[in-house]
């Protein structure tokens, strides 16, 4: 009696605003208000409006085990239950087991792409099942740095940490394409314009269609990486700090191991447990960048220096005067042409049958070795290395010398006056603004060689043909003067398949019979699936280019003819089979018997196939001492 007084003499303002929560959660919930109305121990009844129970009244107590019961409790009292939220369109509710099972293959997911971005090589031949299970130290004290940040900063460190694993993890990839075709490793700041021509390369070998596949997919590749790679980072970030003690212990235990396994050294095979691999790849990026930086001025200093600028015309080249000189570099002709066991017999058997059937013809030859500054591909940093005196290594320096005041070789005979001096260059099928740089007083392209054949792979007109061409458009001219040519023969370019093979050179026509030559050559496709047929394209490939360059001295070249062949570059790694050099052979080939007597110091090999421990230079060496030995003292 005396509880129900002391509720009735409650003010009225505060009963009514105890009252109005559990009007608010009838409105809310029905059933539960009905319930509640209904107990026995609900002193507040229909005919004392306005009265509530008080809280310490034991018959109004919600209990666990009061199944009606669904008023407020007396720790909220009035509160209304939480709506239920769908997650996944109620799918998440509806199958719990199955919710929990793919949150679980979620997380794991997310941590393997994580642990993938932090230990994947950027090299694929370093890929291997021990590069996988190693410690990261980044991922470490990553992981340690985002359980110490408060949320705010937390969240936003997560997300730009992710962001940038996904784009270190891109650099990686095109590193493994950069390794897989020029044998070192992507330049951030040189190498942009790269990618731009292998689009090119991937259109003029798989076509349009080919090409825009590619490259949308590699696209949509990179951004799903970039995306994935910060949400899996946020993931493990939200699932570090729900287990907070869990993630610190195990922080803890890594960081241990870590230290230990770097103080012992221990490793899988070859590979160290212990690695800062990332921190190292970010390091090497960044001297990279700052050697890239510094390079333009180095090179403009060593540009500044040429011996021969200030020698008059009349005593350039000299032992050369009336002389057809032919600078021809050949595609890839790389030292593992001639030293691979499996390429050297054969391709010794081709240097053997040219160099005989030339000394039949009365041109005896010299050989040796040039190191190029590129591998793979990069032709035109070869081309101009060897022309200019200069070390081309990258795009950089090449755009430099083209539009800088240094004389090329080709520019040396064009100063004296005394040559025509031609470009014979099929591979190049757009405008070339810098043939005016290198001197040349006409260049022919692939669209003014008058070839009506079809393109092979990579490759618009086949070496012998484009050698003929010569022949009909300029050297077989009467009434001409001395030419000094620079041709470049393209068939031995990547991919190597199809390639053409020589025909009689009465045959050749318009080029209009390579379309059924090319019917019968390989499909690149299937090629390239395996590395020994690789392999033995580009042998078959260099051997139609000497033959083709052989047989044209022997067709066509008379006395006064000087032929110095050379490769550009040694080919991709998947023809070198790990081999590092950078070595490409260089000849000389001539008819009098004086032009090859004033190298005879040199060194050289007699023949077209250099000693394996014949004279090695670098190429950018051959000018000054070509200039040198054909000059009034040489």
């Known amino acids: 009696m005396s509880l129900f007084t002391r509720s009735r003499q409650l003010p009225d303002d505060t009963a009514e605003s105890r009252a109005k929560p559990d009007e608010d959660t009838g409105a809310a919930d029905p059933e539960g208000t009905a319930a509640a109305d209904d107990a026995p121990g609900n002193t507040a009844s229909a005919d004392a409006p306005g ?4 809280d310490d009244a034991p018959a109004n107590t919600a209990s666990d085990d009061d199944p009606g019961r669904t008023a407020a409790s007396p720790e909220s009292p009035g509160e209304q239950p939480p709506a239920t939220k769908p997650g996944w369109f109620g799918w998440r509710h509806r199958y719990p087991r199955t919710a929990r ?8 997911l997310a941590g393997a792409l994580v642990l993938f971005a932090l230990l994947v090589p950027n090299r694929i031949e370093r890929i291997e099942f021990a590069s996988f299970v190693r410690i990261p130290a980044e991922g470490v004290l990553l992981a340690g740095l985002l359980l110490a940040l408060p949320p705010k900063p937390r969240r936003i460190t997560s997300v730009v940490t992710g962001a940038f694993l996904g784009l270190l993890t891109v650099l990686k990839f095109v590193d493994m394409g950069f390794y897989q075709i020029l044998a070192r490793p992507f330049d951030l700041v040189l190498d942009w314009i790269l990618i731009q021509n292998g689009t090119d390369f991937l259109r003029e070998t798989f076509g349009r269609t080919g090409q825009v596949l590619a490259v949308a997919g590699v696209i949509v590749l990179l951004v799903a990486l970039l995306v994935l790679t910060t949400l899996a980072v946020v993931r493990l970030t939200n699932l570090m700090v729900r287990h907070r003690p869990v993630a610190g212990r195990t922080i803890l235990i890594l960081g241990t191991a870590w230290i230990t396994c770097m103080t012992l050294g221990v490793q899988i095979g070859t590979v160290p447990v212990a690695t800062k691999g990332n921190a190292e790849f970010v390091g090497n990026r960044v001297d990279q960048v700052r050697a890239g930086l510094r390079d333009a001025r180095v090179f403009e200093k060593q540009a500044a220096v040429d011996a021969f600028a200030k020698t008059p015309p009349d005593r350039l080249l000299t032992g050369l005067r009336g002389k057809d000189v032919l600078f021809t570099f050949i595609e890839s002709y790389g030292r593992v042409a001639i030293d691979d066991p499996a390429m050297a017999e054969q391709t010794d058997a081709v240097l053997k049958e040219g160099t005989g059937r030339l000394k039949a013809a009365g041109f005896e030859s010299r050989s040796g070795w040039l190191q190029s500054p590129v591998t793979g591909a990069g032709s035109w940093l070869a081309h101009s290395t060897f022309l200019s005196g200069l070390w081309i290594k990258n795009q950089q320096r090449y755009r430099s010398l083209t539009t800088s005041d240094r004389m090329t070789l080709t520019n040396y005979f064009g100063k004296t006056g005394a ?12 405008a070339w603004p810098e043939g005016k740089y290198f001197g040349l007083d006409h260049i022919y392209d692939s669209e003014h060689l008058g070839y009506h054949g079809p393109y092979f792979s990579w490759t618009p007109v086949p070496d012998q043909f484009s050698l003929e061409a010569f022949q009909r458009l300029e050297h077989g ?9 620079e041709i470049i023969l393209a068939s031995s370019h990547n991919p190597w398949s199809p390639i053409a093979h020589m025909i009689d050179w009465e045959d050749l026509g318009d080029g209009s019979v390579f379309h059924r030559i090319k019917k019968e050559g390989t499909d690149p496709a299937e090629v390239w699936k395996d590395p020994e047929k690789v392999r033995a394209e580009y042998r078959k490939a260099i051997e139609y280019t000497i033959r083709s360059l052989t047989e044209w001295v022997e067709r066509y070249g008379d006395d006064d003819t000087v032929l110095v062949f050379l490769g550009d570059h040694q080919p991709v790694p998947t023809v070198l089979a790990g081999d590092t050099g950078r070595d490409v052979p260089v000849t000389i080939v001539a008819h009098d018997k004086k032009v090859l007597d004033r190298v005879a110091d040199w060194g050289w090999t007699d023949g077209l196939k250099p000693a394996e421990d014949a004279p090695r230079w670098g190429m950018d060496r051959f000018r000054d001492r070509f200039m040198t030995a054909y000059g009034p003292q040489g």
């Open 419 to 430: 040559w025509r001096t031609v470009g014979i260059v099929p591979g190049v099928r757009r």
């Open 51 to 54: 009265s509530t129970a008080s």
């Open 477 to 485: 001219r009467k009434d001409r003067e001395p030419i000094m040519a």
């Open 101 to 108: 099972g793919v949150s679980l293959g979620t997380t794991v």
